[in-house]
């Protein structure tokens, strides 16, 4: 069964630093893996999406990883700014599967 | 639609009532999906649609809790004889197509209070 795990569960940084969220699955066989940022009381908003013969995939100030034979992924923020603060959740879609499987999320705080 | 609209927004219910929450998905988009956050849980899936139909129902967690899709466009997740543990945000999102490569565009949900 595929577990996904999302570390820190919390992070407070000061405004500027850049900052790398963690997020690890035990089964290796997925078919594409999705970063997502929630806002309090929102719904997801799509951040990332690498599918699994990819390496990473970049967007203005975000750049994720995927390292699918450790299964890993990586979500590097960098300058990060007080509007980035919300929680960021990984996702992952197995091979033999069309549902996404949610880690718990990193609850991001970038103070200014 | 420009994405992916979910109604009521937020749903207050007493106990034992039914219950139906819409999903509009972004037109075009062949394949609809329903996920559940409780509080202090993360997010789960509940079900799938193919056009009309539904292939995985195996995160429905009662039968009290059904959905449909008709036109291959707006779903509705009914749930019958509502009890408080069916609290939570209920997520519904949409993609190309079942198989595509590209991501899930979710709405902003309906929260759901059962008093």
């Known amino acids: 069964k595929q577990e996904v795990t999302q570390i820190p569960a919390a992070l407070s940084v000061p405004e500027g630093e850049n900052l790398v969220l963690n997020c690890s699955f035990t089964d290796s066989a997925i078919y594409n893996l999705q970063w997502f940022r929630q806002d309090p009381g929102k719904g997801l908003t799509s951040l990332l999406l690498?599918?699994?013969?990819?390496r990473e995939q970049t967007s203005g100030r975000l750049n994720a990883s995927l390292d699918k034979s450790s299964g890993r992924s990586t979500l590097y923020i960098a300058a990060s700014q007080p509007g980035d603060s919300a929680t960021y959740l990984c996702?992952?879609?197995?091979?033999?599967?069309?549902?996404?499987?949610f880690g718990s999320g990193t609850r991001l705080l970038v103070r200014p | 639609g420009a994405g992916v609209s979910q109604s009521p927004s937020n749903k207050v219910t007493e106990k034992g009532k039914d219950v139906e929450l819409r999903c509009d998905p972004i037109?075009?988009?062949?394949?609809l999906y329903w996920y559940r956050q409780s509080l202090g849980q993360g997010l789960e899936f509940l079900i799938y649609?193919?056009?009309?139909?539904?292939?995985?129902k195996s995160g429905l967690p009662s039968d009290r809790f059904s959905a449909e899709r008709t036109g291959g466009s707006v779903s509705t997740l009914t749930i019958q004889r509502t009890q408080q543990e069916d609290s939570a945000v209920y997520l519904c999102?949409?993609?190309?197509?079942?198989?595509?490569?590209?991501?899930?565009?979710f709405g902003s949900g309906t929260r759901l209070t059962v008093v």
């Open positions: 690498i599918q699994s013969s990819q």
């Open positions: 996702a992952v879609r197995m091979d033999s599967s069309y549902k996404l499987i």
């Open positions: 649609f193919q056009g009309n139909s539904a292939p995985d």
């Open positions: 999102a949409s993609s190309l197509a079942l198989s595509s490569s590209y991501g899930y565009t």
């Open positions: 037109s075009g988009h062949t394949a």
